[in-house]
T-cell receptor
Framework: DTGVSQDPRHKITKRGQNVTFRCDPI?????LYWYRQTLGQGPEFLTY????????KSRLLSDRFSAERPKGSFSTLEIQRTEQGDSAMYLCAGGQGTQPQHFGDGTRLSIL | DAKTTQPPSMDCAEGRAANLPCNHSTISGNEYVYWYRQIHSQGPQYIIH???NNETNEMASLIITEDRKSSTLILPHATLRDTAVYYCIVRAYNFNKFYFGSGTKLNVKP
């Protein structure tokens, strides 16, 4: 158990709907990352927070995607106007200082 | 970050050592080698990491060649539960994101 929890584990929605995922790292994780993973591929970096500051965003993170980490604790990832290509596993990882990242078990998004 | 090259799949008999190779010929002096694994429907699990010395923990051993251009992850006594995709990643400590490749699918067979 890494202590990183993600909710929901599965989300099914219709194309065009908005979805929001939540990640709760452990309190010691001052760093928080979001990744996306499609079938048969390794995870791809989306964005990174140091405490509440969003320090880096991948070009994969289109303007339909937004992530927040208020108060430097939990984080949310929202996708607006979902598209078929958004179907993937969305992974969250927490880290502290120079320690390795520890991942949650992800939210699997399916777009109908 | 340096790129890594791993075989797409490997087989290993249960109870035998599993040796998973990784090539990282363009690694820089400040880049560490990390290994993660991912069991179906779960998030990646941290296994071990190292800079230039060999490392061992309760899960595995990491052997890094002297020129640091390649490494081997060793699972000393593979079990069926070790069947997973294993990712080798190189990353500098002051960079934050991981670049995952496609990894090696390890099949442990009875």
């Amino acid at each position: 158990d890494t202590g990183v929890s993600q909710d929901p584990r599965h989300k099914i929605t219709k194309r065009g709907q908005n979805v929001t995922f939540r990640c709760d790292p452990i309190s010691e994780h001052n760093r928080l990352y979001w990744y996306r993973q499609t079938l048969g591929q390794g995870p791809e970096f989306l964005t990174y927070f140091q405490n509440e500051a969003q320090l880096e965003k991948s070009r994969l993170l289109s303007d339909r995607f937004s992530a927040e980490r208020p108060k430097g604790s939990f984080s949310t990832l929202e996708i607006q106007r979902t598209e078929q290509g958004d179907s993937a596993m969305y992974l969250c990882a927490g880290g502290q200082g120079t320690q390795p990242q520890h991942f949650g078990d992800g939210t699997r998004l399916s777009i109908l | 970050d340096a790129k890594t090259t791993q075989p797409p799949s490997m087989d290993c008999a249960e109870g035998r050592a599993a040796n998973l190779p990784c090539n990282h010929s363009t690694i820089s002096g400040n880049e560490y080698v990390y290994w993660y694994r991912q069991i179906h429907s779960q998030g990646p699990q941290y296994i071990i990491h190292g800079l230039k010395n060999n490392e061992t923990n309760e899960m595995a051993s990491l052997i890094i060649t002297e020129d640091r251009k390649s490494s081997t992850l060793i699972l000393p006594h593979a079990t069926l539960r070790d069947t997973a995709v294993y990712y080798c990643i190189v990353r500098a400590y002051n960079f934050n994101k991981f670049y995952f490749g496609s990894g090696t699918k390890l099949n442990v067979k009875p």
